[in-house]
């Protein structure tokens, strides 16, 4: 669970140093927040063939669920980790 919160965080701000945020748009943060999504499936279905193929493990809904969820839980805290500073910045909060 840490690695995949981790691993959305890590892409969230990856995503945000290619495509910084200009604003605080619901389409501004779907830029960040889709790719982690989009990603995090894929690392899910390789995760489900991997296992299926070569371990031979049945599948499991509630990890892959979670999974995901952790993933777009790391994507959000680094859009959180970006953003809070700025707005402080803009405000002169101390």
């Not at 605080?24 to 299926?52: A, Q, T, Y």
């Amino acid at each position: 669970m840490l690695v995949h919160f981790l691993g959305g965080f890590w892409l969230g701000l990856v995503f945000l140093y290619f495509f910084p945020l200009q604003d605080k748009s619901f389409r501004s943060i779907c830029k960040i927040f889709l790719p982690v999504f989009f990603i995090g499936i894929g690392w899910e279905v390789f995760e489900i063939l991997v296992n299926d193929v070569i371990a031979q493990n049945p599948f499991n809904f509630l990890d892959t669920l979670s999974d995901i969820f952790f993933d777009l839980s790391g994507g959000f805290c680094a859009i959180l980790y970006i953003l809070v500073p700025l707005e402080i910045k803009k405000f002169n909060i101390k």
